[in-house]
């Protein structure tokens, strides 16, 4: 239903590369409200670019939700299949009441994305192209691989894992920061049909621990150590704690493939177990630079990447290989309007959904160079991004709010020293971008002259859901805009019915796509009941969402219990059970607040063991618990020590109650006389600065 609003917009015609007041007696009353801002992208832009028009896209659009089947084989049809998929292109079952979730494309198919990202592009004349620049962490350290160089590395890694006994469908963590081993890892792991599952190198021991125990992999690739900023960070002990305790929860992994990154530490000082641990530069290098494919079907599974819910326990969210190429291939081209003589630069961690779909899958299957930085935006000052962009002539920039806010706040001095005009499309991901961070992305950073793709997706959806195609149609600051090909969003009310039009609610999909992830690892039962069974036909984001009368859709964060601090998931039952396990934490509720630069922050009550005073240090200590069991980037902003918890009388916390006062909306508060002790209220007031 939103192609109505849609439609009655396909006839704007195209305006200068500026904001530009919409001006309703040019465009007709009825289309926007004179407050709106519509950003165009240049007549230029749009006549060079895939989809030129919204009349273009409306015509690609019917198709693919008309005749999904179709629309996807004849974009399949172009990426190499060494079996056609069978009769049927695709199998779903969208509805819990009809029975088991099930999602299926080109099932039958047989190909490997490995081989397509690589091999085919090299058999079509791609060989000497540069693949890969990647950019260390201090500048001036960097270098760079063709795609014919990629694949030789690729073959001789897969070799490897094949020697020490990985098999089709075993699984491989891989615990790295983003030196280019990393999507050579993913790839070489792909190459051979085993499974994927890269755990970012963020994480503590623990969380890695966790994610080792779920998903038992034959083989932890890790490196020594990597520095980020001023800091080195040894990554290798904290794979040694993980093994030592999955090892005492009785899984053992036989082999710690650890590469040297002697630009942050050398060999010799390296803690080392043997028999287990194996230099990847000892090894390597002796393998053959090519290696044969395995060819696994399109529903056999790519990989498995952890990610927070509302409970404590992280899912393995589970993508097989066809689909999930297909999807994040076509998103990747029509999203940024990629060309092959575009440089992509996408600054994501490949340890995130992100990283997987758009800094190694989606690119490389169409062929592109990608930038891969292993360093720190701010490092060693706060124009590195511009300098980088400067040096390899980046002409797509695909970034999060937060970076963008971080750099806001530095002033533009910092930004307009650099030439940046290499760039034609900027790309925001990972949280609602707020219309002002918007304006200064498109003004400052884009001189006002390359669209901003606004992606909205998830771990879960494989590549984008609804994004701006930056030629086809004006911008709205701090809109994700409309659904890409073959999505069909639809708003529910909060007993699940369909609301049409200009409206609010909760963010779901109406039917499959081809990147859609098709079960939780060891869990189905849990990925019915997480995403289909709140508002049953449909799959729930866990968004929220408002439509305004032009159709364009404007994600208002989430509606859960997860909170979105930087652009990364972080599930509030996560960090409670990390404080709780603090010996003198008695109790913790943690809710999300706003926060200037990372979007949200993390807010903490604590309740404490019966006569233990609070003090700095158990603050201090609290924080390191939370650290320690989830990682730095989980770090409480805030612990707000609390004598007592507000709770109802049958013992639930009443989070909406927390959320005022951590936010300070204490005029707010609504009614508290439900709750079994009133007075806790006033007194978690009276300490908030504490
Ligand atoms: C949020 C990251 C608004 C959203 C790709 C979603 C966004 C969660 C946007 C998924 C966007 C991501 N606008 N919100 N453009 N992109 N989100 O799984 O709340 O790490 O549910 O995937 O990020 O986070 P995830």
Known sequence: NHLRHVESMAHLPSGAGRITRLNALILGEALASEEDDLVFPSEDFSSHAHVSSLQKYLEMYQRSVHDPSGFWSDIASEFYWREKWGQQVYHEN???????????????????????????????????????????????????????????????????????????????VIYLPMLMELPIAMLAC??????????????????????????????????????????????????DSALLESAQKGIVTDVCLTYENDSAMKKEMTKWTKGRDIWWQDVILKY??????????????????????????????????????????????????YKPTDIYWCTADCGWITGHSYVTYGPLLNGATVVV????????????????????????FYTAPTLVRS???????????????????LGSVGEPINPSAWRWFFNVIGDARCPISDTWWQTETGGFMITPLPGAWPQKPGSATFPFFGVQPVIVDEKGVEIEGECSGYLCVKSSWPGAFRTLHGDHERYETTYFSAFPGYYFSGDGCSRDKDGYYWLTGRVDD??????????????????????????????????????????????????????????????????????????????????????????????????????????ELGDTSTLADPTVVDQLIALADC
């Not at 930085?373 to 797509?396: L, M």
């Not at 001095?413 to 760039?423: D, F, I, W």
């Open 94 to 172: 969208f509805d819990v009441r009809k029975g088991k979730i099930k999602i299926e494309w080109f099932k039958g198919g047989m190909t490997n994305i490995c081989y397509n990202c690589l091999d085919r592009n090299i058999e079509s004349g791609k060989g000497d192209k540069t693949a890969i620049y990647w950019e260390g962490n201090e500048p001036g350290l960097d270098s760079s691989m063709t795609y014919n160089q990629l694949l030789a590395r690729v073959c001789q890694l897969a070799n490897y894992l094949k020697d020490v006994g990985v098999h089709k469908g075993d699984a491989v």
């Open 190 to 239: 792909a190459r051979i049909g085993a499974i994927h599952s890269v755990v970012f190198a963020g994480f503590s021991a623990e969380s890695l621990a966790q994610r080792i125990i779920d998903c038992r992999p034959k083989v932890v690739i890790t490196c020594n150590a990597v520095r980020r900023g001023s800091k080195i960070i040894y990554l290798k002990e904290i794979v």
């Open 288 to 337: 053959p630079v090519t290696c044969d494919v395995e060819w696994v079907d399109a529903e056999d599974p790519l990989f498995l990447l952890y990610t927070s819910g509302s409970t404590g326990k992280p899912k393995g969210v589970l993508h097989t290989t066809g689909g999930y190429m297909v999807y994040t291939a076509t998103t990747f081209k029509y999203a940024f309007d």
């Open 373 to 396: 930085f292993e360093g720190a935006p701010n490092y060693p000052d706060v124009g590195r991004c511009w300098d980088i962009v400067d040096k390899y002539k980046v002409s797509i």
């Open 407 to 425: 750099l806001m706040r530095e002033g533009d001095e910092h930004v307009s020293r650099y030439s940046r005009k290499s760039l034609r499309v």
């Open 562 to 667: 997860v909170i979105n601090v930087s652009g990364h998931r972080i599930g509030t039952a996560e960090v409670e059970s990390a404080l709780v396990s603090h010996p003198q934490c008695a109790e913790a509720a943690v809710v999300g607040v706003e926060h200037e630069v990372k979007g949200q922050g993390i807010y903490a009550f604590v309740t404490l063991v019966e006569g233990v005073p609070y003090s700095d240090d158990l603050r201090k200590s609290l924080v390191m618990v939370v650290r320690n069991q989830i990682g730095a980037f989980a770090a409480p902003d805030k612990i707000h020590w609390a004598p007592g918890l507000p709770k109802t009388r049958s013992g639930k916390i009443m989070r909406r109650i927390l959320r005022k006062i951590a936010s300070r909306q204490l005029d």
